[in-house]
């Protein structure tokens, strides 16, 4: 079946715009992750969604950066204002109920200029 | 807080050379243990995984073991191969905490004919 897809794959942006980063996760899954991987921070936890509970934001760097997953699938990554600090690959993963193993998207490399 | 620390590479190694990437943790509780390998140009795919201590995770010729004693998750491969040649990501998973994983930084390894 279909894995984990992101979109845009790569993005390319000015710094003070904003972006929006997609993740539509396995059917069927219930628990949604973003993660961050840049260099000199490794990979980093950003946010997990699982069901209908609130989110884990714990992770989130800056008010700057927000996250929602609607009806339970699709999850969209906000950024407002992008700073070069920002400048990442971002990924999302996505685990099934009851399961340990989480399965990872491409990624989307965000460049910010 | 959970963490992981991984040796640094990048490792440089023969084909056919035995290989090992060590690997320790920190948490609380009894933790899920995980190796991730990430290809050129590729997401995150598991490679192997350990739920309780004394477990053996093994996969394409690949193997871990879970050492509470010792607090580590050493990766050895008996003969690596230049398709091997990627970065390995140790992690664990705190199912007392939360449910992201905490990350090592990774290890490149290169592998040469």
């Known amino acids: 079946g279909a894995g984990v897809s992101q979109s845009p794959s790569?993005?390319?942006?000015?710094?003070?715009?904003?972006?929006?980063?997609?993740?539509?996760?396995?059917?069927?899954?219930?628990?949604?992750?973003?993660?961050?991987?840049?260099?000199?921070?490794?990979?980093?936890?950003?946010?997990?969604?699982?069901?209908?509970?609130?989110?884990d934001k714990s992770g989130l760097p800056s008010d700057r950066?927000?996250?929602?997953?609607?009806?339970?699938?699709?999850?969209?990554?906000?950024?407002?204002?992008?700073?070069?600090?920002?400048?990442?690959?971002?990924?999302?993963?996505?685990?099934?109920?009851?399961?340990?193993e989480q399965y990872f998207g491409p990624g989307t490399r965000l460049t910010v200029t | 807080g959970d963490s992981v620390t991984q040796m640094e590479g990048p490792v440089t190694l023969s084909e056919e050379a035995f290989l090992t990437i060590n690997c320790t943790y920190t948490a609380t509780g009894y933790p899920s243990l995980f190796w991730?390998?990430?290809?050129?140009?590729?997401?995150?795919?598991?490679l192997l995984k350990a739920t309780k201590a004394d477990d053996k995770g093994s996969n394409k010729g690949f193997e871990a073991t879970y050492r509470k004693e010792t607090t580590s998750f050493h990766l050895e491969k008996g003969s690596v191969q230049v398709s091997d040649s990627a970065v390995y990501f140790c992690a664990l998973l705190n199912t007392g905490t939360a449910s992201k994983l905490t990350f090592g930084t990774g290890t490149r390894l290169q592998v040469t004919l």
């Open chain 2, 36 to 46: 991730y390998v990430q290809y050129p140009g590729e997401g995150l795919q598991l």
């Open chain 1, 10 to 55: 790569n993005k390319v942006t000015e710094k003070g715009k904003d972006v929006e980063l997609r993740c539509d996760p396995i059917s069927g899954h219930t628990a949604l992750y973003w993660y961050r991987q840049s260099l000199g921070q490794g990979l980093e936890f950003l946010i997990y969604f699982q069901g209908n509970s609130a989110p």
């Open chain 1, 65 to 100: 950066f927000s996250a929602e997953r609607t009806g339970g699938s699709v999850s969209t990554l906000t950024i407002q204002r992008t700073q070069q600090e920002d400048s990442a690959v971002y990924l999302c993963a996505s685990r099934p109920a009851g399961g340990y």
